[in-house]
């Protein structure tokens, strides 16, 4: 409870200091006034008495509709949230005898992940024997790594964690769009 308290701003009577530097509703430097002054200038007003900077001396209060200050804020957050981008990790999973047909899926698949902005962990899965060739695994990264190079980058290299063979791609800056642009130019012609 007191961490929120701490950062909430006092308001008109919550305000402890005797006198305090004064900022009116239109952001004019207005000098120090006695807190009851202060006070009687907001409540003239219609709105809130506001301490913006407790720690100067004296305490700096501004002139404010508190609540539509708040409402603001909280828009300005939501904004901020919606427009950030969080990026995925999606997984595809292989195994080291996987036939030509099944690669090429398995490659559009990952295509389209990296299209959608999505970081993409490819895994080859060893059984049984196929532990003693670590190489036939290493050589489907490489193959596909090749494949992908125009679209993606490696961000880790294969590295082998107990019976499975990780890699982990990302999509390039821009290839997404280069690819979209391609596209429409063809659909206009």
């Known amino acids: 409870m ?11 009577e919550e305000i402890t200091a005797r006198e305090v530097r004064l900022i009116g509703y239109d952001g004019e430097q207005m000098g120090i006034y006695p807190i009851a002054s202060a006070q009687q200038v907001a409540d003239d ?7 913006i900077a407790p720690n100067s001396d004296p305490p700096v209060c501004r002139v404010m509709d508190y609540g539509k200050f708040k409402y603001d804020q909280a828009i300005k957050a939501k904004q901020a949230k919606k427009n950030q981008s969080k990026i995925e990790t999606k997984e595809m999973k292989f195994r080291p005898k996987i036939d030509v047909g099944d690669y090429t899926t398995k490659k559009k698949h990952i295509l389209r992940f990296l299209d959608a902005g999505s970081k993409v962990k490819i895994t080859i899965m060893f059984r049984g024997r196929e532990m003693a060739h670590p ?4 050589s489907i990264l490489e193959r596909l790594a090749d494949d992908l190079k125009d679209v993606a980058v490696i961000e880790a290299q294969p590295k082998m964690e107990g019976r499975n063979m990780h890699m982990l ?9 280069k690819k979209k642009e391609v596209q429409e130019g063809e659909e206009d012609a």
């Open 2 to 12: 007191s961490a929120i308290a701490a950062q909430e701003p006092r308001l008109n």
């Open 45 to 51: 007003e219609g709105l809130d008495l506001v301490e």
């Open 135 to 138: 190489e036939q695994g290493l």
């Open 169 to 177: 791609i990302a999509p390039l800056a821009g290839a997404g769009k």
